[in-house]
């Protein structure tokens, strides 16, 4: 669900010609926390992870609060769940315009963008969505916790009604795997 004040700012990034409403940095380069950018996925890399133009600029996005099996980490077997996981997300995604919303730290130790990100064409909340339909568990960021509740409840009911993952792997399978 999002909030009156956050759907307002999506609409003030997403409405046709508007700037980000000033609350964006200019370029991907220095983001500060709140801010808002859009951005178009060019290639969806995993189940929680995004390659896209950001500011016009090429970029790799790491969604925050959540994690996915890992399908493509060097050194990683492909974990249970990880492949539905990177079809999911590139049948939300994939080739969409979104809306990146930025917490207290902007980027991870490999340069990668930490967002939230929102579908540009209806508002949805992608990172929640994918912990609430099993394809992801909560993954709490130690500073970037604007959702961590959410994600926490989220995680929650999709483990107590076996929903994706929490159904089709064992639990020794899902908590094995790395986090980040």
Not at 32 to 54: I, Q, W
Request: glycine fraction near 12%.
């Amino acid at each position: 669900m999002l909030s009156l004040a956050l759907l307002a700012a999506l609409l003030g990034v997403l409405r046709p010609g508007a700037g980000g409403g000033g609350s964006a940095a200019r370029g991907s380069g220095s983001v500060r926390p709140g801010a808002l950018l859009r951005a178009r996925v060019t290639r969806v890399v995993d189940g929680d992870t995004v390659k896209a133009l950001v500011a016009g600029r090429p970029d790799t996005v790491r969604y925050i609060g959540m994690d996915t099996p890992e399908e493509v980490k060097p050194g990683v077997p492909v974990e249970c769940f990880a492949r539905r996981a990177a079809a999911r997300n590139r049948r939300l995604v994939g080739g969409e315009t979104v809306v990146l919303r930025f917490d207290r730290n902007p980027r991870d130790r490999y340069g990668r963008l930490l967002a939230y990100v929102y579908r540009a064409r209806d508002g949805l909340f992608v990172n929640a969505a994918l912990v609430r339909e099993g394809f992801a568990r909560q993954d709490p960021f130690p500073d970037n916790r604007a959702h961590a509740a959410l994600f926490a409840r989220l995680d929650a009911a999709a483990r107590a009604r076996h929903t994706g993952l929490w159904g089709r792997c064992g639990p020794s399978a899902i908590e094995a795997f790395p986090q980040g």
